[in-house]
């Protein structure tokens, strides 16, 4: 299999456009005869490295699980702009026995020579993105305080005659018209809010194709949507209220890179240097207007729209199994609709036709239940077999580690040979390439030792022990942010399907469980008081019994029911395979609520 890497900057006027690199990439795997898989990062600076570049740290894990035999990129560059990356995707590709095709062209990294060119080569571009990074910057101010445009204008503005900034009208009377609701007392989310209904275009969804991707911080889960589906949002209102742009000002910093050694490391420190203030921009909002708007701010808060005042338990745990959706807590000031709801379900969305909302607080009180009072769980996850397959994959990761940390002791020890000739002992390249592999090799020592950890974790089945700790470390007192740190440690993702049954109808739930592919089937009715525990599945079936099992689980989360039921769940009208026992039965005085 070839992986086609392909890398675009933030500079869309460069020579290699993700289309071409691409096409270039399948011709190649043609040529070889072989299948391809394609790795993007589109508008992500070579500098840096793999762990904020997805289609790099995609295809680096694809490699390690040898999927990819093959890598090609259109050139160099396209892999990276700094030195160390270099060297770690050189060290993953010798690790791995990949055959690397630049260009189309094979080209052995085997060999000491081409070694020491393709570093050359990283050693120049590092020096040449440095430059232009230098150039950019300067360009840019100078374009500044021209009044001249460059990167994304804001919102009703475009590039003009000599580059400078016209308005553009049909986002512009918008601009006007959301100041004017401001100044007469309409707060920023509401605004949004009467934006969306009327169906009005936002800067992404007017302008842009392609997808957005967002990064949960306590999941580390990252979705993608489309920048054609992105609504106006409250906070996007406020910051443009607030846009001196529009009243014909724009402030503008220079920054400048300072470098410095800490703790043997370098250090590079983004520094403003100037501020450059250009007053010949077009207006769209009277200076007067503009200042009365954002004196008037202040009073708009009490009328900026509905916020959240809620802790929510579950979010960035939770997907519509309809519409693959997130699914969000929500909860009314006013009311009692306090819910969990698919995010297509709600405005501005407003496209998932199938989903229900389930109620929030009985949501969150089962799954701290089930979670930290079921009996049940703990014996099966601290019971769960040992994951054999994984402890081999990383025993061999392992083993190409310690093959990487003997080259980069033989890399030292020669360096530190050079650097004791008199004559070359004050070369800077050869001391930050020295400082870098050193650098690199107590990398991969501690890579080894944490492998060494699961490794054993694994075979000792540890993780389990993990599970059984967080399990008991719960407490009915304990404050939210750590309870949510706990249940995310268990928990990787909820999918919920609502079932339609008459008037009502009924909810189904599964659990995938974190570090373990195990997973438990919930079933309850619309009312979310009584949870039956269907079915407790894994990755693998080690029985003629769980085989069986996992085939009536299938059917059941395909159709709706099974063929052969066995003990039975009775629902109104609905009828499950059941090979759990244990029903969770809520009370109302015992529901957890996190105001």
Not at 287 to 292: H, N, V, Y
Not at 334 to 342: E, I, Q, T
């Amino acid at each position: 299999m070839l992986g086609i890497y392909c890398r675009t900057s933030k500079n869309r006027a460069e020579k290699f456009t993700i289309d071409n690199q691409r096409e270039a990439g399948i011709d190649c795997a043609a040529k070889l005869g072989i299948g391809f898989r394609v790795y993007l990062d589109d508008g992500i600076s070579g500098t840096l490295d793999e762990s904020v570049r997805d289609g790099l740290s995609d295809l680096f894990r694809d490699i390690r699980k040898g999927e990819i035999t093959h890598v090609y990129c259109i050139d160099q560059s396209r892999i990276e702009r700094d030195t160390r990356t270099w060297d770690f995707f050189v060290a993953e590709c010798l690790n791995n026995e990949i055959k690397y095709y630049p260009g189309g062209s094979f080209f052995d990294l085997d060999s000491g020579t081409n070694r020491m060119f393709a570093k050359l080569m990283s050693i120049v571009n590092a020096y040449y993105s440095e430059i232009t990074s230098k150039k950019v910057r300067i360009a840019n101010a100078k374009k500044a305080s021209e009044g001249k445009t460059h990167g994304l204008k804001p919102y009703g503005y475009k590039k003009g005659k000599d580059n400078k900034y016209e308005i553009y009208e049909i986002e512009a009377k918008n601009v006007r018209r959301m100041f004017q609701l401001s100044l007469d007392g309409i707060g920023a989310y509401s605004i949004a809010n009467r934006f969306n209904a009327e169906g009005i275009p936002t800067k992404f969804s007017g302008n842009f194709t392609g997808e957005i991707t967002r990064k949960d911080k306590y999941t580390k889960n990252k979705t993608k949507f489309k920048k054609g589906n992105v609504k106006w949002r409250g906070n996007v209102i406020s910051d443009m209220l607030n846009n001196k742009m529009y009243k014909g000002v724009r402030e503008w910093n220079r920054y400048e890179d300072v470098v410095r050694y800490e703790n043997d490391k370098l250090v590079k420190d983004k520094v403003a240097v100037e501020l450059i203030i250009n007053n010949d921009i077009p207006v769209i909002i009277d200076p007067e207007l503009w200042d009365a708007v954002n004196k008037n701010l202040v009073h708009n808060r009490k009328n900026v729209g509905r916020k959240e005042h809620y802790h929510y338990l579950l979010n960035g745990l939770i997907i519509c199994s309809h519409c693959k959706n997130e699914i969000i807590g929500k909860k009314r000031l006013k009311g009692s609709d306090n819910a969990y709801k698919c995010k297509g379900k709600r405005p501005p969305h407003n496209n998932c036709e199938k989903s229900r909302g389930i109620s929030l607080p009985k949501l969150e009180t089962f799954i701290i239940q089930h979670l930290f009072e079921s009996r049940q769980l703990k014996k099966l996850l601290v019971e769960a077999p040992k994951n054999g397959t994984e402890a081999l994959r990383l025993k061999k990761v392992k083993v190409q580690k310690e093959k990487q940390k003997s080259d980069l002791n033989k890399s030292v020890t020669r360096l530190a040979g050079i650097l004791k000739d008199r004559d070359l002992e004050e070369d800077e390249n050869f001391t930050l390439d020295y400082k870098a592999n050193k650098k690199k090799l107590q990398e991969v020592e501690s890579e080894i030792e944490s492998l060494t950890v699961r490794i054993s974790e694994i075979e000792n089945n540890s993780r389990s022990q993990r599970s059984k700790s967080l399990i008991e470390h719960y407490a009915e007192d304990v404050g939210f942010d750590e309870l949510k740190k706990l249940v995310h440690s268990l928990i990787e993702k909820i999918e919920i399907h609502h079932q339609t049954e008459s008037k009502s109808g009924f909810f189904t739930l599964n659990v995938k469980y974190r570090f373990y592919d195990e997973e438990s089937l919930f079933v309850t009715d619309w009312q979310a008081m009584k949870w039956h525990w269907v079915a407790h599945y894994r990755k693998e079936a080690f029985t003629g019994v769980q085989m069986k099992e996992d085939k009536d689980l299938r059917e059941f989360m395909n159709k709706g029911k099974v063929k052969k039921p066995g003990k039975k769940v009775q629902f109104k009208g609905y009828e499950s395979y059941s090979s759990m026992s244990e029903i969770v039965n809520l009370k109302k005085e015992e529901f957890i609520m996190f105001d």
